[in-house]
């Protein structure tokens, strides 16, 4: 389909633009860090969209992106730094502080990893927050697509390559053995009307998002 991540992000402007999924991580955000100054890492922060709504929420917190893709950083929508990386080598990160919370994001990003394990498991030390964001494959759209013999919406080609699908029991069972815990989740749902349902989450949200924090 694409030779490479620069031709995905070049056929794909729509990925500039704000999504739900990024309104549910902010709050998130709100509800644990709105009060104490933080740092925060986008991993795989494509061309900045998230960040650029977190500069305006944020004034006085340091944010930093790193992704793969030239042609997304080229493209950048944030007035924060986005340093050119592959997610696969050591992460070295700028403005460590002591004194401030340090948070990494991942937003649709671990699916797009044969070994995410490996990119949690290595952070620095000095990262105390996971924040996360994976689709769920167990979502019963998906399940109904594969009875029918059909590839799920999130995992076809032209989505840019889930080589990892997730459910919920992998993702908790990821974080554990990474060395993390969940604290607070803000899962997404088709329907606002769904989160009703949060108790069958494994079926009704489409995507998994949560902070999780490092297992002391």
């Given at each position: 389909m694409y030779n490479d991540v620069n031709q995905w992000w070049a056929h794909h402007k729509s990925s500039y633009s704000v999504q739900q999924k990024h309104f549910n991580v902010i709050q998130l955000i709100d509800k644990l860090f709105s009060s104490v100054p933080f740092n925060l890492y986008d991993i795989g922060a494509g061309t900045g969209v998230l960040l650029s709504e977190l500069e305006e929420l944020y004034h006085s917190c340091y944010f930093c992106g790193?992704?793969?893709?030239?042609?997304?950083?080229?493209?950048k929508v944030c007035?924060?730094?986005?340093?050119?990386?592959?997610?696969?080598?050591?992460?070295s990160l700028e403005q460590i502080s002591n004194s401030n919370i340090n948070i990494a994001c991942f937003v649709d990003v671990l699916e797009h990893l044969p070994n995410p394990s490996l990119a949690l498991s290595?952070?620095?030390?000095?990262?105390?927050?996971l924040l996360i964001s994976v689709p769920n494959f167990n979502h019963l759209s998906a399940r109904i697509s594969c009875l029918l013999g059909r590839v799920p919406f999130q995992n076809k080609p032209q989505r840019g390559g889930h080589i990892y699908w997730f459910n919920y029991s992998v993702l908790c069972q990821l974080l554990t053995d990474s060395g993390w815990k969940i604290i607070l989740e803000n899962n997404l749902y088709p329907n606002p009307a769904y989160k009703s349902l949060s108790s069958l989450k494994?079926?009704?949200?489409?995507?998994?998002?949560?902070?999780?924090?490092?297992?002391?």
């Amino acid at each position: 389909m694409y030779n490479d991540v620069n031709q995905w992000w070049a056929h794909h402007k729509s990925s500039y633009s704000v999504q739900q999924k990024h309104f549910n991580v902010i709050q998130l955000i709100d509800k644990l860090f709105s009060s104490v100054p933080f740092n925060l890492y986008d991993i795989g922060a494509g061309t900045g969209v998230l960040l650029s709504e977190l500069e305006e929420l944020y004034h006085s917190c340091y944010f930093c992106g790193f992704d793969l893709s030239q042609e997304a950083i080229l493209n950048k929508v944030c007035n924060s730094n986005i340093v050119l990386h592959d997610i696969n080598s050591s992460l070295s990160l700028e403005q460590i502080s002591n004194s401030n919370i340090n948070i990494a994001c991942f937003v649709d990003v671990l699916e797009h990893l044969p070994n995410p394990s490996l990119a949690l498991s290595t952070l620095p030390q000095s990262i105390d927050y996971l924040l996360i964001s994976v689709p769920n494959f167990n979502h019963l759209s998906a399940r109904i697509s594969c009875l029918l013999g059909r590839v799920p919406f999130q995992n076809k080609p032209q989505r840019g390559g889930h080589i990892y699908w997730f459910n919920y029991s992998v993702l908790c069972q990821l974080l554990t053995d990474s060395g993390w815990k969940i604290i607070l989740e803000n899962n997404l749902y088709p329907n606002p009307a769904y989160k009703s349902l949060s108790s069958l989450k494994q079926l009704s949200a489409t995507s998994f998002i949560l902070i999780a924090k490092r297992c002391a």
